[in-house]
C-alpha cells in the first residue's frame, strides 16, 4: 500500500521528502486504515488541503502530517453531518441545563443590542423558513411586518462570540492618529454626522447571456463542435494578428522543420489527463479536424488542463508525436473594456438619469462582495444574511450578491421538509431583506444579484439567465440581476464575475510542472490567470461531471473581450485577493482578482469581502471578513 500511496502522490504531480520519505508512508498507511481511505481518496484529499493552506511547493513533508489528519477528521465529521442531518451535538449548556433542569432565558448580543431567546419547545419547527427579526423591533420585521413565527436564537451561530473578523487585508489603509484612513470617528453622539451618506454610482450591464424563461437542454453535436471549433479560430487569429508568430500550419504533417500551430488539449482517453495522454485538437480550417500527440519533455515549465487552447512550436519527424520546443497559452487581450464598449452596446439599467457618471469623474467603486450560501445548514433562518445586511448598512456599500441563494444542496431542502415552494423562500428570505435595505440606504443603494446552478427556484443551465424579478411583490429598481457569467460596469470600473466553481475544477484537472531554480509557484493565482488568458470564463472541456454546459445556448456569453477590472471567482478554495499581470513591461494590464468564500460554511458563518477600488488594482483596498 505504501508503494500505491506513493505511485498516487507522483502521479498527482507530488513528491514526498527524500528524508522523511518512509515516515510519511506510514502514517498516510495509517490514516488510510483508520478512515477507510483508499490511496487515490488520501492523495485527492491531501490536494484540497494543500490549496487551502496555500503551500507554496508540492513536496509534502512530515511537518505537514498532523495538520492533514486534523483535517481528515474535519472532513470525516462533515459526511457524517451530511448523511445524519438531524444528528445533534450537545454542548456544555445543553448539558448544564439537562442536568439543573433550568430553562432560563439566554442573552445574545447582535449590533450592540441584548435580546433575550429560550429553546425551542416541541411544537417548535425548526425547519420552518421564517425570518428573523431584527434587535429591537418587538418581534416585528424591520419593514414593520410582524414575522411569522417567534425565532430563538439558540442556534450554534447564534451563540457565537465574535461578529466579524478580519481574515486578510490587501493594502490596509494609513493610520493617522490611531484611526485608519476613511474610518468613521464613532466619538460624535450624533449618528447623522457619524454615518458617511452612500455614493451613488452609475450601472451599465453587458447583456450577452441567454434571457429568462430560455429553453435549453437542446443543444446538438452540431452546436458543440461549432463553439469549439470558432473559440480555436478566434484565438489562432488574435495570435496572428500580434505579428509574433509564423503562419499556422498543420501539425500533423511530418517536417523536420520548426512549425507553429495551434489546437485545444485534450485527453487521449476517459481518465485525467496526464503527461503520456496530451493530445492537441486541430482546426478544421488548418488540420482538417486531425489530432496529434504532444511531447512536452522540453519544456522546462507547462502547465495545461482539457480545453485549454494552446500555439504549439516544434516538430512532428515521425508525424505521429508534436515535440513541443515552446508553448504559448496566454492570447492577445484588447483594453479595458470601459473604453471598448459603444453607447449603443452599453444599455443602461439605471431608471435614473441623474445617477449616470460623467466621464471625466475617478473611476472608484465600493463594493461589498459575498457569495453563498447564504443561511447554515441546520436550518433556513437566513442568520448569515441578516449579518451581512447589517455590516452592509454601517459601511454604506453596494451590495454584489452571487448565489446560490435557495440552495439546492441544502438538507432541508434536499430532503424537502420545508413547507414553501423555493420561489416563496426566495421572495421572503432574500427579496424582502433586500428591498428594507434600499428602503434604508436611499434611492443611492445598489444591490446585484447573480445566479448559481445551485440555485433551487432557477435554470439548471449554464450559461445561466438572470433572475426575473419583475413579477415580484417585492421587486426594487435598485435590484439588478445579471446573468451567470456576468460582466457589468459601475463608475467605468468594469467587474466580471462567474458562480462556476471553476477554479476548484481547473485544480483537479491540471497538470503542470513547476522551474526546478526554487521560483516560488502561486497556484491559485495561476489557475485564475488561466481564464483570462483564454478570454473565457469557462476554458474547462469537457466540463466536470455535473455541470449543465449548453454550448448552444449563447456561447459568447462564456467570452471574455477585454481584461476586466475586477474578476471575482467565487469558490469552495481558500479565499484571496490577487491582482493579476498581463501583456508587456511597456503596456501591461493588471486585473484584481478576488474570491471572497462562502459566507455560510455548514453550522457556522463563513468569510465575504469588501473592496475599494480607486482606479489602479495594485493600489486598491480589499479585505476578507470571516462572519
Avoid at 429553546?119 to 410582524?146: C, H, I, M, W
Avoid at 513541443?324 to 452599453?346: C, I, M
Avoid at 522551474?515 to 489557475?527: C, E, V
Amino acid at each position: 500500500m505504501e508503494e500505491e500511496i506513493k505511485s498516487e502522490f507522483a502521479h498527482n504531480g507530488f513528491s514526498l521528502d527524500a528524508k522523511e520519505e518512509e515516515e510519511i508512508l506510514k502514517k498516510c498507511v495509517t490514516f488510510c486504515i483508520n478512515y477507510k481511505m483508499s490511496a487515490s481518496e488520501l492523495v485527492s484529499c491531501w490536494e484540497v488541503y494543500y490549496l487551502n493552506m496555500q503551500i507554496a511547493e508540492g513536496v509534502v513533508q512530515d511537518s505537514y502530517m498532523n495538520g492533514f489528519l486534523l483535517f481528515i477528521q474535519n472532513e470525516q465529521k462533515e459526511s457524517i453531518r451530511e448523511e445524519e442531518p438531524y444528528l445533534h451535538t450537545y454542548y456544555s449548556n445543553d448539558v448544564d441545563m439537562l442536568l439543573n433542569d433550568e430553562h432560563k432565558d439566554s442573552i445574545e448580543e447582535v449590533d450592540g443590542a441584548r435580546i433575550s431567546g429560550t429553546y425551542p419547545d416541541e411544537s417548535y419547527d425548526f425547519s420552518s423558513p421564517s425570518r428573523v427579526a431584527t434587535p429591537g423591533t418587538n418581534g416585528k420585521l424591520s419593514s414593520g411586518k410582524p414575522s411569522a413565527t417567534k425565532v430563538h436564537h439558540m442556534t450554534p451561530f447564534g451563540q457565537r462570540t465574535n461578529k466579524f473578523v478580519l481574515q486578510f487585508e490587501f493594502n490596509p489603509p494609513k493610520v493617522e492618529n490611531g484611526r485608519k484612513e476613511g474610518e468613521i470617528d464613532d466619538s460624535e453622539d450624533d449618528v447623522i454626522r457619524r454615518v458617511k451618506p452612500i455614493k451613488r454610482c452609475s450601472l451599465h450591464v453587458r447583456e450577452l447571456g441567454p434571457k429568462p424563461g430560455c429553453r435549453f437542454m437542446y443543444d446538438r453535436i452540431k452546436d458543440r463542435f461549432e463553439s469549439l471549433e470558432g473559440r480555436i479560430r478566434r484565438l489562432a487569429t488574435a495570435l496572428l494578428a500580434s505579428g509574433s508568430f509564423d503562419e499556422i500550419v498543420d501539425a500533423t504533417s511530418a517536417s523536420q522543420n520548426n512549425l507553429f500551430s495551434v489546437g485545444m488539449v485534450c485527453c487521449d482517453g476517459d481518465g485525467r489527463l496526464n503527461e503520456k495522454s496530451i493530445i492537441l485538437q486541430c482546426s478544421v480550417e488548418h488540420s482538417g479536424g486531425r489530432r496529434v500527440r504532444l511531447d512536452l519533455q522540453k519544456l522546462v515549465q507547462y502547465s495545461v488542463f482539457p480545453g485549454q487552447v494552446v500555439g504549439v512550436t516544434g516538430h512532428n519527424p515521425s508525424g505521429h508525436c508534436f515535440v513541443v520546443s515552446k508553448l504559448v497559452d496566454s492570447f492577445p487581450l484588447l483594453g479595458p473594456p470601459h473604453v471598448n464598449y459603444p453607447p449603443a452596446k452599453r444599455p443602461a439599467i439605471d431608471p435614473e438619469p441623474d445617477l449616470m457618471t460623467d466621464s471625466a469623474a475617478p473611476r472608484e467603486l465600493s463594493l461589498i462582495i459575498a457569495a453563498g450560501p447564504f443561511c447554515t445548514s441546520d436550518n433556513l433562518f437566513y442568520e448569515p444574511f441578516v449579518e451581512l445586511l447589517s455590516y452592509a448598512r454601517r459601511n454604506q456599500s453596494h451590495l454584489l450578491l452571487l448565489g446560490p441563494f435557495v440552495d439546492s444542496e441544502h438538507p432541508q431542502i434536499k430532503k424537502g421538509t420545508v413547507d414553501k415552494t423555493f420561489d416563496e423562500i426566495f421572495d421572503a428570505e432574500i427579496l424582502e431583506r433586500l428591498q428594507d435595505y434600499c428602503e434604508d440606504m436611499g434611492s443611492s443603494a445598489r444591490v446585484i444579484l447573480l445566479p448559481s446552478t445551485r440555485d433551487a427556484n432557477h435554470d439548471f443551465v449554464f450559461p445561466q439567465p438572470p433572475f426575473d424579478i419583475s413579477t415580484s411583490k417585492n421587486h426594487n429598481h435598485q435590484v439588478s440581476c445579471l446573468s451567470n457569467p456576468g460582466i457589468f460596469s459601475a463608475n467605468e470600473v468594469t467587474v466580471g464575475c462567474c458562480t462556476m466553481d471553476v477554479l476548484k475544477q481547473l485544480s483537479s484537472e491540471e497538470i503542470s510542472r513547476l522551474p526546478t531554480d526554487g521560483t516560488q509557484s502561486d497556484r491559485l493565482g495561476r489557475l485564475a490567470t488561466h481564464i483570462l488568458n483564454q478570454r473565457s470564463f469557462y476554458p474547462l472541456y469537457p466540463p466536470s461531471v455535473g455541470v449543465p454546459l449548453d454550448l448552444s445556448l449563447t456561447p459568447e456569453a462564456l467570452q471574455i473581450q477585454s481584461i476586466p477590472d475586477i474578476l471575482i471567482l467565487p469558490s469552495d478554495l481558500a479565499p484571496f485577493v490577487k491582482v493579476l499581470s498581463f501583456g508587456p513591461e511597456e503596456s501591461m494590464m493588471q486585473c484584481m482578482c478576488l474570491n471572497p468564500g462562502r459566507l455560510a460554511k455548514g453550522i457556522n458563518g463563513g468569510t465575504f469581502l469588501t473592496v475599494n477600488y480607486n482606479g489602479d488594482p495594485g493600489k486598491s483596498t480589499a479585505s476578507i471578513m470571516r462572519i
